[in-house]
Each structure stands twice: as structure tokens, then as C-alpha cells.
């Protein structure tokens, strides 16, 4: 009877993700095999042999993980620091490491184009010290949506990493410090196999976040194409409804293909977890 009760509690939430997001999406995927009323996969064959579009694809993957890549070497040793404060110094430092999420995407990317611009901060400075005879070319290409995209996501694997490694036991630590392993041998072989879920968890979102981010690539990389772009563009410009489908539908099999890895390496890289 009390189990009966909680599942009703779920049962709101059930029927809305239902109603507005599984429905939608199967409803989405469906179409992209349909054509004047007819069975075809037209629409998937002519993307895949396209060489724009396959450079837009191949370039958002480039991007995507990089990003990740970077977020990780970036937010690993930021969050193992965190996770060894006390209450107060630790609040304060999630407090700063949250706050680029709590500013439009808009304006965080407008402050990067100010920075990045041939005129920019960043050359302006290098251009004073001599470091540069001319102004480097760093907006509008892949590099400064990385740039943008860094910024936007390295909060969330902070956050993600902060979590699981304040539980990890310090004792486990010294135990294996005193049965001769080094402070490095020590943090891979107990450290880093204990934060794994954490570590997969925010690289899935750094890498689904940076594979879906709209805005940013948008102001950041100019006319370098990203799939989310080009979906905007083929559905609101193009009107192209069936072609913007079938790139919705490929970036969802991507997201769950890149979770399904992450499974399989946190499984080897800590197969008690």
C-alpha cells in the first residue's frame, strides 16, 4: 500500500515528461523516416554524403570534445582543492564557481567577443607588450567557441566532481600512503576511481552541453557551422522541417551513443563502482 503511494507521487511528473518530452521526440524521430507519405531514409543519406555537412558535424564534435577534455584537466584539480576546504571556504568557492552559470549565455558570450576581437582586450594587450607584430584571429573560428563553451561548462563538472569527492573517505588516502604507494600512485589507484561517477557524469553534461549549445557558437563562431546551428538554420530559415528532424534525430543518437561510452569506461576504469 505505501508502495502504491509512491508511485503515484511520480505519476505527475511521469505523464509530463510523457506528454511533452518523450512523445515530441519519438513523434520527431518518426517523421525523418516518413517523405509525401511514404517510408524513406532519404533525408539521413543525403546528410551523411555531404562533405559541408559532415564538416559541420565533425567540426562540432571537435569542439564538443575539446571542451571536454579541457573542462576536465581544468575542473578535476579545482574540485579535489574544494572538496578538501572547510564548510565556509568551500561555499565560497562553489559560490564563484556557479556564478558564469547565473549570467545570460548572451551577454557571457558579448564579453568574449570584446575580449577576442582583433581590437580586443587580449591583442591589445599582447600587441602593447610586444608579445604579437599583428592581431591574432581568434573569434569567429572553432577556438573561441571553445573559449565561450570552457567558460559556460567548467562549473558543472566542479560541481559534479565537489560532490563525490567530499565523501570520499581521507583515511583510504593515508592507508594506501602507508603501505608504500606515492602521494600519485595513490591518488590514481584511490582517488581517481572513487570520483569516476562524478567524472562521468559532468563530462556527459560538459559534452551534450557543448554538442547542443546554440547561442554561443552562434555569436562566437561567426559563420563556422555547428550542428545546432545548422539545425536552426534548416528549420527557421530553410523551412526544411524533414532535414531539421533528421539532424535533431542524429544528435540524439550521438548522446546516447557518448553516454553508453562513458558507461563502458567508468566500468573498466572501476569495475567494483
Same mark, same amino acid.
Given at each position: 500500500?505505501?508502495?502504491?503511494?509512491?508511485?503515484?507521487?511520480?505519476?505527475?511528473?511521469?505523464?509530463?515528461?510523457?506528454?511533452?518530452?518523450?512523445?515530441?521526440?519519438?513523434?520527431?524521430?518518426?517523421?525523418?523516416?516518413?517523405?509525401?507519405?511514404?517510408?524513406t531514409v532519404q533525408g539521413y543519406f543525403t546528410f551523411l554524403t555531404d562533405p559541408y555537412n559532415l564538416k559541420i558535424?565533425?567540426?562540432?564534435?571537435?569542439?564538443?570534445l575539446v571542451t571536454t577534455i579541457v573542462c576536465i584537466l581544468l575542473g578535476f584539480p579545482a574540485a579535489y582543492y574544494i572538496s578538501k576546504l572547510g564548510a565556509r571556504k568551500k561555499g565560497i568557492l562553489l559560490a564563484l564557481a556557479i556564478f558564469p552559470l547565473l549570467t545570460s549565455s548572451v551577454v557571457r558570450s558579448f564579453s568574449w567577443m570584446i575580449i577576442l576581437g582583433k581590437k580586443g582586450l587580449l591583442n591589445s594587450s599582447l600587441l602593447s607588450i610586444g608579445l604579437i607584430e599583428k592581431p591574432l584571429e581568434i573569434l569567429y573560428t572553432p577556438t573561441a567557441? =571553445?573559449? !565561450? /563553451? +570552457?567558460?559556460?561548462?567548467?562549473?558543472?563538472?566542479?560541481?559534479? %566532481?565537489?560532490?563525490v569527492m567530499e565523501n570520499i573517505d581521507p583515511d583510504l588516502l593515508k592507508a594506501a600512503?602507508?603501505?608504500?604507494?606515492?602521494?600519485?600512485?595513490?591518488?590514481?589507484?584511490?582517488?581517481?576511481?572513487?570520483? =569516476?561517477? !562524478? /567524472? +562521468?557524469?559532468g563530462s556527459i553534461l560538459v559534452f551534450v552541453g557543448? %554538442?547542443?549549445?546554440?547561442?554561443?557558437?552562434?555569436?562566437?563562431?561567426?559563420?563556422?557551422?555547428v550542428i545546432s546551428t545548422f539545425l536552426y538554420q534548416n528549420a527557421i530559415t530553410l523551412n526544411d522541417w524533414h532535414m531539421a528532424s533528421v539532424i535533431a534525430t542524429i544528435m540524439i543518437v550521438i548522446t546516447f551513443v557518448v553516454i553508453g561510452l562513458m558507461n563502458k569506461i567508468a566500468t573498466k576504469l572501476n569495475p567494483k563502482g
Open positions: 500500500m505505501k508502495n502504491k503511494g509512491m508511485y503515484l507521487l511520480l505519476l505527475p511528473g511521469v505523464l509530463f515528461l510523457t506528454l511533452f518530452l518523450v512523445i515530441p521526440i519519438v513523434m520527431t524521430i518518426a517523421s525523418t523516416f516518413y517523405q509525401e507519405g511514404s517510408f558535424l565533425w567540426t562540432t564534435l571537435r569542439v564538443s567557441m =571553445m573559449i !565561450g /563553451l +570552457i567558460h559556460l561548462f567548467l562549473p558543472l563538472i566542479i560541481i559534479t %566532481l565537489v560532490g600512503e602507508s603501505l608504500g604507494a606515492s602521494r600519485f600512485t595513490a591518488f590514481r589507484q584511490v582517488i581517481l576511481p572513487l570520483s =569516476m561517477p !562524478g /567524472l +562521468i557524469i557543448s %554538442l547542443t549549445a546554440y547561442t554561443t557558437p552562434a555569436l562566437l563562431g561567426g559563420k563556422q557551422g
